[in-house]
């Protein structure tokens, strides 16, 4: 009993730490690490986006999960197990069939992690009482967001500054952004000569001087070929491997399918005419962001077979200032006294000056992914050893006394019919397919909102803006939200605050037609009403994760969980998919006036639950 009393600051943020980074690794690492090795930007949306299919389909063995070993044997084995995979990824960057190699080295964590989420979700619900669930549901979800933050940014940056110390002095391009006329004629650049007395060390070469963009934007078709024209140069000099794909590629969309011909355009016509908003045609003017370019050489020839890669990134500014050409250029000794054009482009939406600095990095790309992924491998080993020691003992983590095949396969089959069989199971389910229908076709549309111009109904925010007023306050109100969520439900119980918790979800989404109506320029109104929505939302959806686990409650509680997480990717898939068009229908001033209407059905579904009044709350005897 003396590991029940464990504080539980001792291993839910080190188990939500580990629940989190395997998953972004998978999901957003993996991405990054391919495009700095050169794989087609085809290759890389192929094949990395199935790697969310076991995140997808886990319900289907999370019965194992519950019936062989226990959830701390399986927590403790999972990550271990990660461990090897990050070092078997780390081993294989440098071999000459890395993507093959890494890729399945990826899918063996993809299912690793989902195990792992099974066996971590379920082991809380075993180890904390009712009471610290509630409590603590803030905290599990802010590390699970730390994980996602550690992974996006340290150990990208961990990756850049192994590369910048093992190649050739960094490249730095300043990037200036002025208002000023709008260019009528398009010339490419020259590189800077070699500087007499040169050391023969090797390093890159560009123009003086910062790199000067205009305001005041170019013609689209201007654009268009100018583009082209970079393009084809760098192509026919071999600095843009085979496997890279035109950035001027125009899709072709002259053939409708069937879906679109005999449904989308039908019903969307007639919501069109009978909701959409009336506002007046805006004025195209077929203008795009200015573009300015920078033309880098070598300073001499590479070795014979040798090739410097050089991967071109921003380093610190304003991120409205973005590369669009030329991230990834290859030298050897046939080109690298020729210039190679890298592009940058200002947002349309920028009318004051503005600068950024971009560096482009040449060192051992391989080695310096390599030494990344050992680091996560140690630290899961760590984690592994950490929560072997830091782990409870809970008298209910233990596997089933059954053994045989066939009596697994009989209880495999009755988790997933106890299931459905529960109280209140029809109603727990369409809860948990709907509490998130508003919020689930909000998100999508909320950056697109603050990035479209305010003739098409948008705010007309700059990138840099967004990153700042979404990435940044919101995440704030995100995280505040979920942890005073969690201490207010650990107060007065689930059934007391899910009703507060839901109208502050739904009710918060009214900032967005307030918003959509004003189109307000004011920076200081829009971070406040992103705060309000990300806070409710944080604030709020602490009640839809307490239910789940209140519905998964018993004895197979594991394995309802992860059921439970299969409807609510479901709940929020589906609206999702059907959002951006119905956006396009409406216009983004009905549109968030529909989502409001949604916000009946949530309520509807909390209407009908019938929650233990005691749930969550803290009893008068515990001194935890």
Same mark, same amino acid.
């Given at each position: ?53 076991p ?55 993809a ?15 075993l180890?904390?009482?009712?009471? =610290?669930? $509630?409590?603590? !549901?803030?905290?599990? *979800?802010?590390?699970?967001r #730390? @994980?996602?933050?550690?992974?996006? /940014? ?124 009336? =506002?007046? $045609?805006?004025? !195209?003017?077929?203008? *795009?962001?200015?573009?300015? #370019? @920078?033309?880098?050489?070598?300073? /001499? ?65 391989p ?13 899961f ?47 727990a ?71 507060p ?14 918003l ?38 018993g ?15 479901l709940?929020?898939?589906i609206?999702?998919?059907?959002a ?43 001194n935890?």
């Open positions: 009993m003396k590991n029940l009393k464990r504080s539980p600051w001792a291993w839910i943020p080190t188990l939500y730490l580990a629940e989190g980074l395997p998953y972004v690794a998978v999901m957003t690492i993996s991405v990054i690490l391919y495009k700095r090795m050169g794989v087609s930007n085809t290759d890389i949306a192929l094949y990395t986006s199935w790697l969310y299919l995140w997808v389909i886990k319900p289907f063995w999370s019965p194992f999960v519950d019936l062989l070993k226990t959830k701390r044997w399986w927590i403790v084995t999972m990550q271990l197990l990660l461990g090897a995979g990050f070092a078997g990824i780390a081993f294989t960057i440098p071999a000459p069939f890395f993507f093959q190699a890494t890729l399945a080295f990826f899918w063996l964590m299912f690793s992690s989902a195990t792992h989420d099974i066996a971590a979700d379920g082991f809380y619900m180890a904390l009482d009712t009471n =610290r669930q $509630a409590l603590y !549901v803030g905290v599990r *979800s802010t590390f699970y #730390v @994980a996602t933050i550690m992974g996006q /940014g340290l150990l990208i940056i961990l990756a850049g500054l192994i590369e910048s110390a093992t190649g050739t002095e960094p490249l730095r391009i300043d990037v200036k952004v002025q208002p000023g006329q709008s260019r009528t004629e398009f010339r490419l650049p020259e590189t800077a000569a070699v500087p007499s007395g040169h050391s023969g060390e090797l390093h890159f070469l560009t123009a003086p001087g910062p790199v000067t963009i205009s305001t005041a934007g170019i013609p689209q078709d201007s654009l268009k070929r100018w583009l082209q024209l970079v393009e084809a140069q760098n192509r026919a000099n071999g600095f843009l491997t085979s496997g890279e794909q035109p950035g001027t590629a125009v899709r072709n969309v002259a053939e409708a399918g069937w879906w679109t011909i005999h449904v989308s355009e039908p019903l969307g016509g007639w919501i069109r005419r009978r909701f959409g908003e009336r =506002r007046e $045609a805006a004025v !195209v003017s077929g203008f *795009s962001g200015d573009i300015a #370019v @920078a033309a880098v050489s070598l300073s /001499g020839c590479p070795e014979p077979g040798r090739e410097v890669v050089l991967n071109t990134s921003m380093n610190r500014g304003d991120r409205s200032v973005s590369l669009v050409h030329g991230d990834r250029l290859t030298f050897d000794e046939t080109n690298w006294n020729r210039p190679a054009y890298i592009v940058f482009q200002a947002d349309p939406k920028l009318e004051q000056s503005s600068s950024a600095e971009y560096k482009g990095l040449s060192g051992n790309i080695f310096a992914w390599s030494v990344t992924f050992f680091v996560l491998a140690g630290l080993v760590l984690f592994g050893l950490w929560h072997r020691f830091a782990l409870p003992r809970p008298g209910s983590d233990r596997a089933s006394a059954r053994s045989t095949p066939r009596d697994i396969l009989r209880q495999f089959s009755a988790t997933f019919v106890s299931f459905f069989k529960k109280p209140q199971a029809a109603a389910i369409f809860f948990m397919l709907t509490f998130r229908f508003s919020e689930a076709q909000l998100l999508k549309l909320i950056n697109p909102f603050l990035l479209d111009p305010k003739e098409a109904g948008g705010l007309g925010l700059t990138t840099g803006e967004v990153g700042l007023v979404y990435g940044t306050i919101g995440i704030i109100g995100l995280t505040l939200g979920g942890i005073i969520g969690g201490v207010a439900a650990a107060r007065g119980g689930l059934k007391k605050w899910i009703w918790m839901t109208f502050s979800m739904l009710l918060t989404c009214v900032t967005f037609v307030y959509s109506f004003s189109q307000t320029s004011n920076l200081l109104a829009i971070n406040a009403c992103v705060f309000i929505e990300q806070f409710g939302y944080g604030f709020g959806f602490t009640a839809y994760m307490l239910y789940l686990m209140y519905y998964a409650d004895p197979q509680k594991t394995a309802h969980y992860a059921i439970c997480t299969g409807f609510m990717a709940g929020m898939m609206p999702g998919m059907f951006g068009w119905l956006q396009e229908q409406l216009g983004y001033n009905h549109f968030f006036v529909w989502v409001m209407l949604c916000s009946v059905v949530p309520v509807v579904a909390v209407s009908l639950l019938k929650i233990d009044p005691d749930y969550g709350r803290r009893k008068e005897n515990d935890g």
